[in-house]
């Protein structure tokens, strides 16, 4: 265990449904990042939040919308998502943001959209 | 851009054998380098970093090597165990816009057979 979980770990929802997945990390950390990993290509960087704020968004669709209410806790809401959008999201907390620190993965959510 | 390339995509030993991962990188301007592995559905786990002034690392039977100046690291693996198969990973920090994102390779996959 990493002290990064994530809920739920499997999720299928079609393309009208809203849902949200959540993540929560134990160490204390400043910093956490939600990635996208597609089949045969490199995980790709979301979005990073640094205390709170949102530092980082690279390109992502609207269709994602994050939320970090804290520096534990940290969401991904969907919403009217495509079947491209499937994939396994990984978030991941470092002590500081985005910076040269290791980062500590969770498990991640496998989504398929239908 | 940094661009982060890992060979051979994929990998089968048999057990006891030992073996090397390889993984190049474009922009030798890096602070740091690190590997994780990834099991089948599941996160990233750290197994290490080495920083920019390192030329080695060194964790039970992995022992990870870094050249700046060529690009390149590798990362040895002693005595291969079937538990040991899974997904290798290796990133490296990437600036840019004043902040670093870390950048991934698409990973080696490892078997290893009893």
């Known amino acids: 265990e990493t002290g990064v979980t994530q809920t739920p770990r499997h999720l299928v929802m079609g393309m009208t449904n809203k849902k949200s997945l959540k993540c929560e990390q134990h160490?204390?950390?400043?910093?956490m990042y939600w990635y996208k990993q597609s089949a045969k290509k490199p995980l790709e960087l979301m979005f990073v939040?640094?205390?709170?704020?949102?530092?980082e968004n690279n390109s992502v669709p609207s269709r994602f919308s994050p939320e970090c209410p804290n520096s534990s806790h940290l969401f991904l809401h969907l919403h009217t998502l495509q079947p491209e959008d499937s994939a396994l999201y990984l978030c991941a907390s470092s002590e500081a943001g985005p910076s040269t620190d290791t980062q500590y993965f969770g498990p991640g959510t496998r989504l398929t959209v239908l | 851009k940094q661009e982060v390339t890992q060979i051979p995509a994929a990998l089968s030993v048999p057990e006891g054998e030992n073996l090397v991962l390889n993984c190049s990188f474009t922009d030798s301007a890096i602070y740091n380098l690190q590997w994780f592995r990834q099991d089948p559905g599941k996160g990233l786990t750290s197994l290490l970093l080495i920083q920019s002034s390192q030329r080695e690392q060194t964790s039970g039977r992995l022992n990870a090597s870094l050249d700046k100046s060529s690009g390149r690291s590798t990362l040895y693996i002693a005595a291969s165990q079937p538990g040991d198969s899974a997904t290798y990973l290796c990133?490296?920090?990437?600036?840019?816009?004043?902040?670093?994102?870390?950048?991934f390779g698409k990973g080696t996959k490892l078997s290893v057979i009893p």
């Open positions: 990133a490296v920090p990437y600036s840019g816009a004043g902040s670093y994102q870390l950048t």
């Open positions: 160490l204390g950390h400043n910093a």
């Open positions: 939040y640094n205390f709170k704020e949102q530092t």
